[in-house]
């Protein structure tokens, strides 16, 4: 499903748009729905299913941020990560099922388009790069923002992600990507999924491929706005990971140690 020139868009304009095949459109849709649904829950429901030790589980607004601790990403969000599958499918979680099932449906869909990206970018550079299996490390996740309920001109401050890449789509305008060629909106559809180069990208290829910032800005006229994430990260029990060009920006860099300690930066618990 990749484009032919989908390495040169991402050294040249800083990210890729992809056409969203139809199926996977309708699992989402379907996610979104539910998404929807979970979010309403009573606050109480919603934190039964939470971990401070984990990535997988529900977080309200204030523990994740982009920039600073002081300055909060405003929105829920629930993240799910298949090593930590066994956290959400147990009986206590019954009335969330069908929600949970649907998370793990699209998660493992995801992570077939992430490797698809990791295997085509690899072979641009190097004919010896080992598989990188991103199954267990990565994460999905879904944002529910309610714009209209907030006055800052942000909803999530200017950042990059810290993965190999993040491939997001949304139901509504927000998304702002600062690519090579300056700012670009996203619009905000179901039809396309957008592929964001992360640090970890920008190691594995010695800054060729740059990390891509970027940012939520906040639309008053949007009661709802959801978002769903694909984290790709490389799965850290599988030994070192070497770059696929390796020069002075990536030289003495574990590339597993950084995926592992990124997400601290975020306000979130490492890898």
């Not at 959400?88 to 069908?98: C, Q, S």
């Not at 999924?193 to 640090?199: A, F, R, Y």
């Amino acid at each position: 499903m990749l484009p032919a020139n989908f390495h040169k868009q991402l050294v040249e304009e800083g990210f890729c748009y992809l056409d969203m095949p139809l199926t996977l459109k309708q699992q989402i849709v379907r996610l979104f729905d539910l998404t929807a649904d979970f979010f309403e829950m009573p606050q109480a429901q919603k934190s039964k299913i939470s971990w401070v030790d984990v990535m997988t589980g529900y977080r309200s607004i204030g523990i994740e941020y982009s920039a600073t601790p002081d300055n909060p990403d405003l929105n829920e969000s629930f993240s799910y990560k298949n090593v930590e599958e066994k956290r959400v499918f147990v009986d206590n979680f019954l009335y969330a099922r069908e929600f949970l099932n649907q998370v793990k449906t699209v998660y493992l869909e995801m992570d077939k388009i992430a490797t698809e990206v990791i295997v085509h970018l690899a072979k641009q550079y190097t004919d010896n790069a080992r598989h990188i299996h991103t199954d267990l490390h990565s994460w999905l996740q879904l944002n529910s923002y309610r714009p209209h309920m907030h006055q800052r001109e942000f909803l999530q401050d200017e950042h990059e992600d810290g993965h190999i890449v993040t491939i997001i789509t949304a139901n509504q305008k927000g998304l702002e990507l600062r690519g090579n060629k300056g700012y670009h909106n996203v619009k905000g559809s179901l039809d396309e999924l957008v592929v964001m180069p992360g640090e970890l990208l920008s190691l594995l290829t010695g800054n060729d491929i740059m990390p891509l910032h970027h940012r939520v800005r906040n639309h008053s006229d949007v009661k709802l706005r959801m978002a769903m994430m694909y984290f790709c990260n490389p799965n850290t029990n599988e030994g070192p990971l070497m770059p696929w060009v390796e020069n002075d920006t990536n030289k003495g860099v574990d590339i597993i140690a950084r995926a592992t300690s990124n997400p601290s930066r975020y306000g979130l618990p490492v890898l």
